[in-house]
């Protein structure tokens, strides 16, 4: 005799972990941003800030914007600015 309960808590956590491994594949919208050949892949510019500060890193979109993003250090989450910048082409 089978223990019902038991097997239908195998058969949810297998279910539950199919639905998140399906979650994790390569959707096209993924697998096309990396192999876009319109994407500025030039480093950016980095502003090393003293200990215990997020470094600050601004790279041109091209379209007339400049993007500040911070590094994620610390358990501290990054944080992104755009402003406008004339001398970032349009």
């Known amino acids: 005799m089978t223990d019902i309960p038991r097997t ?4 949810s956590a297998l279910a539950a972990l199919c639905i998140v491994a399906a979650g994790c594949g390569n959707t096209p919208e993924r697998l096309n941003a ?9 480093p950016p510019e980095v502003y ?3 200990d215990h500060y997020n470094n600050v890193a601004s790279k041109c979109d091209g379209h ?3 993007i ?3 590094s994620n250090k610390d ?3 990054s944080n992104m600015v ?3 910048d004339k001398n970032c082409g349009v």
């Open 82 to 84: 755009v402003i406008e």
């Open 8 to 11: 239908a808590a195998r058969v």
């Open 48 to 50: 090393a800030m003293p």
């Open 64 to 66: 007339g914007h400049r």
């Open 68 to 70: 500040y993003v911070t």
């Open 75 to 77: 358990a501290a989450p």
């Open 34 to 42: 990396h192999q876009s050949t319109n994407v500025d892949r030039n």
